[in-house]
Every structure is written in structure tokens, then in C-alpha cells.
T-cell receptor
Framework: DTAVSQTPKYLVTQMGNDKSIKCEQN?????MYWYKQDSKKFLKIMFS???????INETVPNRFSPKSPDKAHLNLHINSLELGDSAVYFC????????????FGPGTRLTVT | GENVEQHPSTLSVQEGDSAVIKCTYS??????FPWYKQELGKGPQLIID?????GEKKDQRIAVTLNKTAKHFSLHITETQPEDSAVYFC??????????FGTGTSLTVIP
């Protein structure tokens, strides 16, 4: 069974569109994350979220918003997509927050044309 | 500003040789330092981690050392194998549970 899954794996869309990436974890973890990996392989945390607290990286544009329908899911919504949003987006989860091992999904490659 | 510096950005070694990757951090309150390995087309995976009350930790061919005074930590891989080829990321957790990855090291092990 896949521990952390993301859909879709690839997403190609045009500038200005709104899109969502879904993430599900079946590990029973209490904290989930979204990361952005750019073309130079730099990994940057965008959000961390548990049922009590959302921590937003201050550099993330407010066009990006995480939505958690339940503890096992953390979806990423992106409004008004821009060329610079093209990247690979990873979802991850951990039990107990950032001081413990994070389990990553396989990534979603977003291409904005 | 808050960041984690990682060196080198690329590293090539002959199979069987050792590889060393170094990271420095800026928040003296940091107390958790994991290392992740990312294979092509996959998400990062934890390979070893160390907490601030420990100076060194070893797991088979992989070891991590931490120098809190100097605010740097290193990953050591001995007897490298082709399957060790990947991108390696160090990370540090700063005050307030802020998680930062290093800039990554692309390791190539030449058979």
C-alpha cells in the first residue's frame, strides 16, 4: 500500500487557470506538508499543517492555499497560475511534527504554459 | 537570513571510495538534523538523522556527525556503491518547528 499518494502525477495547464493537487496519507500521521521543488532541485517548504495549526511559509503567494477535508488529506489549490509556478510539488506527512521523519509522496510535476 | 548551506553541489566518486557532504545552519537553537536521499523521479526518503544531544550516529555504511559549536553537520558514506547515486539533502529544524532543506548534493558513484 502506498503510504503517501498524490494525484495527478503530471499536470499541464495554461496561465491564469486554477488547479488542485490532491494528497492522501494512510499512515495515521497528524502533520502534513507541501513542498515545491524547482528546476535546480531546491526543495522549499510551503505549508505544514496539523489539526491545530497551519504554518505558512511567508514567501508563498496567497494564490496557493492548502485545504484539509480530514486528517488524512491535504490538498493544494492554486489560483491564477503563473509560469513561475512550474515545478514538482511534493506532499509529505509525519507523526509529531517537523522533529520527526517525513514520508514523501511521489510528486506532481506541474507545467504552466 | 535563515537557511541551510550545503556543499558540494555535485560530487563524483569511484565505487568503493567514501563520500562526504557538509552542511551549516544558522539557528543555534536547532536540535534536529535529518538527511534525505532523493532518487530520480521519486520523493525524498530519510536515510539517517541526528539530534542535538548526540555528536555522531552510524547506520551501516552511513554516518552523520554534528558539531553544535560550529553549527555544522556532515554525512559520510563509506564503500560507495552505484545505487548510492542520488541527490542528498540535509535539513535543519529551526525555532518554531520551521523546517529547511539544504540546497542538495548530486552524488554520482562511478562503477
Amino acid at each position: 500500500d502506498t503510504a503517501v499518494s498524490q494525484t495527478p502525477k503530471y499536470l499541464v495547464t495554461q496561465m491564469g487557470n486554477d488547479k488542485s493537487i490532491k494528497c492522501e496519507q494512510n499512515l495515521g500521521h497528524d502533520t502534513m506538508y507541501w513542498y515545491k521543488q524547482d528546476s535546480k532541485k531546491f526543495l522549499k517548504i510551503m505549508f505544514s499543517y496539523n489539526n491545530k495549526e497551519l504554518i505558512i511559509n511567508e514567501t508563498v503567494p496567497n494564490r496557493f492555499s492548502p485545504k484539509s477535508p480530514d486528517k488524512a488529506h491535504l490538498n493544494l489549490h492554486i489560483n491564477s497560475l503563473e509560469l513561475g509556478d512550474s515545478a514538482v510539488y511534493f506532499c509529505a506527512s509525519s507523526q509529531g511534527g517537523a522533529l520527526y521523519e517525513q514520508y514523501f509522496g511521489p510528486g506532481t510535476r506541474l507545467t504552466v504554459t | 537570513g535563515e537557511n541551510v548551506e550545503q556543499h558540494p553541489s555535485t560530487l563524483s566518486v569511484q565505487e568503493g571510495d567514501s563520500a562526504v557532504i557538509k552542511c551549516t545552519y544558522s539557528d543555534s537553537a536547532s536540535n534536529y538534523f535529518p538527511w534525505y536521499k532523493q532518487e530520480l523521479g521519486k520523493g525524498p526518503q530519510l536515510i539517517i538523522d541526528i539530534r542535538s544531544n548526540v555528536g555522531e550516529k552510524k547506520d551501516q555504511r552511513i554516518a552523520v556527525t554534528l558539531n553544535k559549536t560550529a553549527k555544522h553537520f556532515s554525512l559520510h558514506i563509506t564503500e560507495t556503491q552505484p545505487e548510492d547515486s542520488a541527490v542528498y539533502f540535509c535539513a535543519a529544524v529551526y525555532t518554531g518547528n520551521q523546517f529547511y532543506f539544504g540546497t542538495g548534493t548530486s552524488l554520482t558513484v562511478i562503477p
